[in-house]
């Protein structure tokens, strides 16, 4: 199976603040690679799509870069509604896959 | 507007079964795969199964291979988990998910359910 490896598992930002989220593939998924959000409580949310494409309704602060076996979510001024759990998955080969999250917490 | 909902979730003893459905609204649904994603208690994402638009091809995660069947009635717009022989490792919030794309590669899922909550305990 591929495994997603996410970093980091957990950080501490402020409104305003640019943060970086990265993903490393086990091996090359070429660019299906998938960014979700995740509330509590609340069912996911895809953000990045294909690894650089922004879902539908999903602000322009979030984009998402890479390929290959290396990708990154980066929200580039964080907001209060964007504290949250963010996964990213490949959909290259089965099993789909999940990374185990980076939650944002508030600072 | 695109539904999913999902119901069939409850306590359930080990050994014993349960069949989850989601009912979908606002698409073409036999035009798109569909996908049963679960999460337990406190943990990540984990991909369950996936069903084409036509039925014709199912994938599913090698933990519930044997044990689990997915399926679709296109004609109610439904789709289905059939679990069998629970394990406590089971246990988790299960999502029915939508494809965004209606071919090519499936897994990436644009759309998700509220969840159906499966308890696996004597």
């Known amino acids: 199976d591929i495994q997603m490896t996410q970093s980091p598992s957990s950080l501490s930002a402020s409104v305003g603040d640019r943060v970086t989220i990265t993903c490393r593939a086990s091996q090359s998924i070429n660019n299906y690679l998938n960014w979700y959000q995740q509330k509590p409580g609340k069912a996911p949310k895809l953000l990045i799509y294909?690894?650089?494409s922004l879902q539908s309704g999903v602000p322009s602060r979030f984009s998402g870069s890479g390929s290959g076996t290396d990708f990154t979510l980066t929200i580039s001024s964080l907001q209060p509604e964007d504290f949250a759990t963010y996964y990213c998955?490949?959909?290259?080969?089965?099993?789909?896959?999940f990374g185990h999250g980076t939650r944002v917490e508030i600072k | 507007e695109v539904q999913l909902l999902e119901s069939g979730g409850g306590l359930v003893q080990p050994g014993g079964s349960l069949r989850l459905s989601c009912a979908a609204s606002g698409f073409t649904f036999s035009s798109y795969a569909m996908s049963w994603v679960r999460q337990a208690p406190g943990k990540g994402l984990e991909w369950v199964s996936t069903?084409?638009?036509?039925?014709?091809?199912?994938f599913t995660a090698d933990s519930v291979k044997g044990r689990f069947t997915i399926s679709r009635d296109n004609s109610k717009n439904a789709l289905y988990l059939q679990m069998n022989s629970l394990r406590a490792e089971d246990a988790a919030v299960y999502y029915c998910?939508?494809?965004?794309?209606?071919?090519?590669?499936?897994?990436?899922?644009?759309?998700w359910g509220q969840g159906t909550l499966v308890t696996v305990s004597s």
């Open positions: 069903i084409s638009g036509s039925s014709g091809n199912t």
């Open positions: 294909a690894a650089s």
């Open positions: 998910a939508k494809d965004r794309a209606s071919s090519g590669y499936y897994g990436t899922f644009d759309y």
């Open positions: 998955q490949q959909s290259y080969y089965t099993p789909r896959t």
